[in-house]
């Protein structure tokens, strides 16, 4: 459940070591120190501790604890909660998580639930700008985000390749049933997608504007760049959602000209059926005496042949057949 817990020094940006959790308390007497730690899908009994440790208020662990948050940012004294929405390609589907933060003036707590990569990357690029790393726990916050929003790029590239296989579906000659189906479920990962990186830009707004005491304003320009990628993110998302709403669309308007086109092949064999079978029901009548018995026969049939060669040539001409 812990997957790493390090001390850093804000006086030079670096790694000082690895600690426990039981060591918390004692790196922290030195207001020059911060404590990174992460953990996934912790249970109640670790989150009960790093309460004690960071004084963390009970609302904000209940929520890390029942995770199925929704995206928000909180302000619990002299420290923020943050709860994102993370997203991981897994076996050719798109599975969503959650990530639970912790930002306090010496630590960062970073706690993550379900589909979610390690931030393992994003720690490491910290440690390689020990610079940057000297900005204090506010620019662990940004790298986390930065790491967030980057992955959701792949995902993107992903449904955008998958659209347009589903694009070369709709113009089939062929109707086929998946092919709605999968522009459903398609759409539906869109707006879960949609769901998950809209409220990172009123996160992001907050982290540039407010909390001076917890996020530097050196920070603020970094969380601004990440703020960019999350508005471009947003609108492929908006983008695609109106690309699979008109292909949706279309391939219902396809499937209607198709069937419509069935429908006037079958009326116009049936105007050609209709033209014989009207003369030939007038010769079924019961007549006292049969009219033009010798020679009424070969002229009617000649007649009823030129009238249904007739109607072939103008239905023919008007794609009727």
């Known amino acids: 459940m ?3 817990c390090v001390a850093y020094s804000t006086e030079n940006g670096q790694r000082i070591r690895d600690i426990t959790i039981a060591e918390i308390s004692e790196v922290l007497k030195d207001r020059r120190n911060f404590v990174w730690v992460g953990l996934h899908e912790p249970d109640e009994s670790l989150l009960e501790r790093l309460q004690e440790e960071f004084d963390l208020h009970e609302l904000a662990v ?29 076996g050719g589907k798109i599975e969503f998580g959650e990530t639970h933060i912790f930002l306090g003036r010496n630590y960062l707590v970073t706690v993550r639930h379900g589909a979610s990569l390690s931030y393992q990357p994003a720690r490491r690029s910290c440690e390689q700008t020990p610079e940057l790393l000297t900005l204090g726990p506010s620019y662990g916050l940004y790298a986390v985000l930065d790491f967030i929003v980057d992955n959701f790029f792949p995902i993107v590239r992903e449904f955008r390749e998958e659209l347009q296989e589903l694009e070369k579906d709709i113009f089939e000659d062929t109707f086929k049933r998946d092919t709605i189906k999968n522009l459903y479920e398609l759409k539906k990962e869109l707006v879960t997608l949609r769901l998950a990186v809209a409220p990172l830009q009123d996160i992001l707004n907050q982290l540039m504007r407010f909390h001076p005491s917890l996020i530097r304003d050196e920070v603020r320009l970094y969380f601004r760049d990440v703020s960019d990628h999350a508005a471009r993110i947003n609108e492929a998302t908006d983008t695609m959602r109106e690309m699979l709403t008109a292909a949706m669309s279309v391939n219902m308007s396809l499937v209607t000209v198709a069937q419509n086109e069935v429908v006037k092949r079958l009326a116009g064999w049936a105007a050609l059926l209709a033209a014989p079978t009207l003369i030939a029901s007038w010769y079924g ?8 018995l010798e020679h009424g026969y070969p002229v009617v049939v000649g007649a009823t042949f030129f009238i249904v060669i007739g109607l072939f040539a103008v239905l023919r001409r008007h794609k009727w057949l």
């Open 2 to 4: 812990v997957v790493n």
């Open 62 to 90: 209940e929520d890390a604890h029942n995770a199925h948050q929704r995206p928000k940012i909180e302000v619990y004294g002299d420290s923020l909660f943050v709860v994102v929405h993370t997203a991981q390609a897994i």
């Open 285 to 292: 009548m019961n007549f006292r005496t049969m009219p033009e």
